[in-house]
């Protein structure tokens, strides 16, 4: 409403005077006028040019930005930029700064047009590619300088040059010494280090598994090669720092050097080793190559190279943040990390958090000498996508994947944050970093240095005094779908929280993961226990882990477990006397994880692991099944934890180190190891993973199930997964299931036939006739071959069978007219060959065209055979595994 002549008479009534009405007056107009400022739209195209950025003539990325800036100088208080579809290939990170901020209420929003799905990209697609010779291989110029250790390919990463120190012929007679190697004694390591040139040496990289305690994977590369002492020397510090880490006092957990003798596992990143489906890139001389696997067709493919290393960096001061943007519909991808491949490499601790200074960093004064301070300042992987000191950002509906660091961080004085219904897959580290690792107590004024140096990009301009202004808080991740990550890391965690106050993370779906699900505290409490619990102390407070659904975890690494806990969780809050402290109270104030489901991850210490030094931990009505030894422990705690109305398939209360202070287990249930739906009640399991809340997700992953109840005697059965929606569909062989419960995005009950068995339960029809076959079912004869089950990798029934001597064999002699070998493709797995009937044997590939596992996999069909009974021979022959999951007959 505009003011007129009578609002202006009864104004001046009651202020008594002109000027005072006139101020009045003159506010009142300003205020209706930005209210009514008419919402902006603008648009972008990956061919878009010039500043008009109207639908038919829309902007670049960066001529959008400065449109926006342009508004919202103007005054305009809701700003919406449409991406139409296509890669937006960046030159330079897309930088955002207060100048691009919103408004509370009035959030500047960057979104996908209506059914596009716009790529903010990193990468130049490689052209021009010529094949080298008769070896299979082929070339593509790039520029020179090029750096990456990453390569996409239709969408998916490929894994760079390497084979093992046993598929090259080296002998393993090798010495380790304080710089290195000394190899003299292997005449093929000689040799092949002998072909290389100098710089071709110091581009290889070893790779070490489980080196530095089996949660670890570091790696380091050569420096130099001596032909005449018989020598490698590694990179250092690198070397130093796997090999020989300093010792600490009153250590409640361990940081483990490697011993100097251990060979590599695998070496990576020379062209004299590429094989089928692998790559490497001569940045000195501006050459990629690759050798496509069986099938491929250079011309057919999206080469894609990533350039930058930071895709978006969101960064105010804390004096100044960055504050209400929104991000929805986008797709961030194909950015590297470069820096493991320098000097510092990869000097693996626990959840990618890595040492790249002394061999004391991070120990303080726990260490002789002192290291680095405050304790666990250890080194974080860059984020691709990040926000530092920032408030009220929301990312949704995105997708982050096909990334070289970790997917997104958040840290810094970040306040608001909310991440929901994403998704983050294709990930070389962890899905989500939240926090940092050198402001446990940002109000020591001590740590504000390294806060500055170490949390944000912009801490030489930062202007306020760091306190309190720079925890991480209420930042709420919810509805996301993280699955596939650590793909180069195999110690990544899906989400790193490290320390912050009012973190939720909730209804969120983790699975295919290499280490832990959801981590806590890593490091912080390696010094505290029952007996020392106060070394180290941080601000934690009120976060909570709630209603997430955590499958098929430690895939790769083991000691972790779904929910892994370290150190202080929360703000003691204390009686009247001001000295003892209110359990009640403070528990609140804890960490309260609740309502959480995990299942497939056989080898978990502990499913719900309280470690070194936790302490005020609210573990409340969760669920474990086939998830290991114990549901729920750890080694050395503090103590204060509440265990209650848990529904576990495994005991509680399992602390083999040391005994927390105390704890307090009630009305806890135990299931069995396979649940049927009546062993965990509904309510659980209709509150738990995306969309069980009042969000509704707009992205999907296709749907697949990973655990099915037994089918002997029920009428019903559990049957667990992913993607399951209001359209998913179940079979029992071709006949389609009525009356199917949905649960959640997570978890069905299905009914069921006498007679059923859980490899007739499919998603979709089989082939009419056919029968499946699972590995352990008796008519199969195996030679060679052993039984793995339970490896979280989503194979048929949650079992295989495996060779690693060339020549094993498995047989199955069948009734049919035709035969499917169903098995895993992998980048350890080579040829095996298969014969029916006594006929020639055909050789089958189960290497991947991509690069990445694939579980449970047609490898062969046979043509159509004559009706009656067959005998089929599988025989391993190459490779460092054959693995079989079974027949469809």
């Given amino acids: 409403m505009s003011p007129d002549g009578s609002i202006t008479r009864r104004l001046l009534r009651r202020a008594g005077s002109v000027a005072a009405a006139l101020g009045l007056i003159l506010t009142a107009l300003v205020g209706e006028s930005a209210a009514a400022a008419p919402p902006v739209t603008l648009y972008a195209s990956p061919s878009g040019t010039g500043s008009a950025c109207s639908a038919s003539a829309p902007c670049s990325l960066s001529g959008a930005q400065e449109a926006v ?41 960057w979104k996908a047009a209506p059914g596009a799905r716009p790529v903010i990209s990193g990468a130049s697609r490689v052209t021009g590619w010529t094949q080298r010779g008769s070896s299979g291989v082929w070339s593509a110029p790039v520029p020179a300088g090029s750096d990456s250790r990453q390569l996409y390919i239709d969408g998916r990463k490929v894994p760079v040059a390497q084979s093992t120190p046993a598929t090259l012929g080296f002998r393993g007679s090798w010495t380790g010494t304080s710089t290195g190697y000394t190899i003299s004694g292997d005449p093929a390591a000689m040799a092949w280090f002998g072909s290389l040139s100098a710089a071709q040496v110091a581009g290889v990289e070893f790779a070490y598994p489980g080196g530095n305690g089996p949660w670890t994977e570091s790696r380091c590369r050569v420096a130099s090669f001596s032909a005449s002492a018989g020598t490698l020397r590694m990179t250092q510090p690198c070397w130093t720092n796997v090999t020989a880490r300093a010792s600490y006092a009153q250590a409640s957990g361990g940081l483990p050097s490697m011993s100097p003798n251990t060979m590599p596992a695998r070496v990576e990143n020379a062209q004299a080793l590429i094989g089928s489906g692998q790559w490497f890139l001569d940045g000195a001389g501006g050459t990629l190559y690759y050798k496509p696997s069986a099938g491929q067709q250079m011309s057919a493919l999206d080469v894609e190279l990533p350039r930058l290393e930071t895709l978006v960096q969101g960064a105010g001061t804390l004096a100044a943040p960055i504050h209400d943007i929104t991000f929805s519909g986008l797709q961030f991808s194909y950015a590297t990390w470069n820096a493991p491949s320098t000097s510092v490499g990869f000097s693996d601790v626990q959840s990618n958090l890595r040492m790249t200074g002394a061999n004391n960093q991070g120990m303080c004064g726990f260490s002789n000498p002192a290291g680095s301070c405050p304790w666990g300042s250890l080194t974080q992987p860059l984020a691709n996508v990040s926000f530092t000191a920032s408030k009220n950002i929301t990312l949704t509906g995105n997708r982050f994947s096909g990334l070289g660091g970790a997917g997104l961080g958040v840290m810094y004085g970040a306040t608001n944050t909310l991440i929901q219904g994403n998704e983050f897959t294709d990930i070389a580290s962890t899905a989500l970093l939240l926090g940092c690792t050198y402001d446990p107590l940002p109000t020591n004024p001590s740590d504000a240095a390294g806060i500055k140096r170490n949390c944000t990009p912009n801490g030489a301009s930062e202007t306020a005094v760091i306190g309190t202004n720079e925890i991480l808080t209420g930042t709420t991740v919810a509805d996301n779908v993280i699955h596939h990550i650590g793909t180069d890391y195999s110690s990544a965690s899906g989400i790193t929280l490290l320390f912050s106050r009012n973190t939720t993370i909730t209804r969120n779906n983790l699975y295919d993961l290499p280490y832990t699900g959801i981590t806590a505290g890593v490091i912080q409490g390696h010094v505290n226990q029952a007996t020392t619990p106060q070394n180290t102390t941080n601000i934690n407070s009120s976060n909570t882990i709630s209603n997430n659904i955590l499958h098929d975890y430690l895939s790769v ?18 009686q009247s006397d001001g000295t003892t402290i209110d359990p009640v109270r403070t528990l609140a104030k804890g960490l309260q994880v609740t309502g959480n489901v995990a299942y497939n991850g056989p080898t978990t210490n502990f499913t719900y692991y309280n470690d070194a030094g936790s302490e005020w931990i609210n573990w409340q009505g969760n669920v474990a099944f086939r998830a290991g030894d114990k549901a729920h422990g750890g080694c050395s705690p503090t103590g204060h934890f509440w265990i209650t109305g848990n529904y576990f398939s495994a005991g509680i209360q399992s602390y083999p180190c040391a005994q927390p202070v105390d704890t307090h287990a009630s009305g806890n249930t135990t299931i069995p190891s396979a649940p049927r739906p009546s062993d965990i009640p509904s309510a659980l399991l209709r509150g738990a993973g995306t969309g069980s809340g009042s969000f509704t997700p707009n992205l999907s992953v296709p749907a697949k199930i990973f655990y099915v109840s037994p089918t002997a005697g029920a009428t019903e059965v559990l049957v667990a997964g992913e993607g399951f ?32 068995s859980a490899g007739q339960i499919s998603l979709t029809p089989q082939v009419p006739g056919s029968i499946r076959l699972n590995d352990d079912d008796g008519a199969i004869t195996y030679s060679g071959y052993s039984y793995a089950g339970g490896r979280s990798y989503g194979d048929h029934q949650n079992d295989v069978h495996y060779a690693t001597s060339d020549g094993a064999t498995a047989s199955l002699t069948f009734t049919g007219t035709r035969v499917t070998v169903y098995g895993e493709q992998n980048t350890d797995q080579g040829n095996i060959g298969i014969s029916i009937d006594g006929g020639p044997q055909q050789v089958v590939s189960t290497l991947p065209t991509d690069g990445v596992r694939h579980a449970n996999v047609a490898v062969y069909t046979s043509g159509l055979l004559s009706s009656g009974r067959h005998t089929i021979v599988v025989t391993k022959l ?4 054959s693995t079989l999951d079974g027949f469809l007959v």
């Fill in 725 to 756: 929606g209001p359209a998913t569909r179940v079979y029992i062989g071709t006949t389609q299931v009525a009356n199917v419960t949905r649960l959640s995005s997570g978890f069905m009950v299905v009914p069921v036939p006498a007679g059923t």
């Fill in 557 to 574: 690494r083991s000691d972790g477990g779904a929910v892994y806990v370290e150190g202080h969780q929360a703000e003691y809050v204390y």
């Fill in 69 to 109: 800036r342009s508004h919202l100088a103007g005054g305009s208080a809701d700003v919406t930029v449409l991406l139409a579809d296509g890669a937006y290939r960046l030159s330079r990170t897309w930088s955002l700064t207060p100048a691009d901020s919103g408004t509370p209420g009035h959030p500047v929003v």
């Fill in 878 to 881: 190459s490779g460092q595994y």
